[in-house]
Nanobody, 123 residues
Framework: QVQLVESGGGSVQAGGSLRLSCVRS????????MGWFRQTPGKEREFVAS????????HIADNVKDRFTISRDNFKNAVYLQMNNLKPEDTAVYYC????????????????WGQGTQVTVSS
């Protein structure tokens, strides 16, 4: 049974930085794309960033492209989201997930989601 556990959230002021971590537990190392989504109350979960298994293919949502970077450490079975110059609109619960099929893109995440990690940015 694979579990994804997110951490690293917190409360920061606008302009601050946070680094989110997601560790994947399970019998095997993921060979699929992994990445991050976020959700605020009353809104649908939205894609933030993904990184392919080879760490070459990355996709970042346009609204965070200049501020967020994604990376992964396959030896640690982990994926990270570095968030700089945070804005109040980045406030959300952040979730990680992996693709069910693709080594490159995160278009088909698993249906189950972890607890997420709360990010709160104050102005």
């Amino acid at each position: 049974q694979v579990q994804l556990v997110e951490s690293g959230g917190g409360s920061v002021q606008a302009g601050g930085s946070l680094r989110l971590s997601c560790v994947r537990s399970g019998p095997t190392i993921s060979s699929h794309a992994m990445g991050w989504f976020r959700q605020t109350p009353g809104k649908e979960r939205e894609f933030v960033a993904s990184v392919g298994w080879n760490e070459v293919n990355t996709h970042i949502a346009d609204n965070v492209k200049d501020r967020f970077t994604i990376s992964r450490d396959n030896f640690k079975n982990a994926v990270y989201l570095q968030m700089n110059n945070l804005k109040p609109e980045d406030t959300a619960v952040y979730y990680c997930n992996e693709d069910r099929f693709s080594e490159v893109d995160l278009r088909h995440p698993y249906d189950s989601w972890g607890q997420g990690t709360q990010v709160t940015v104050s102005s």
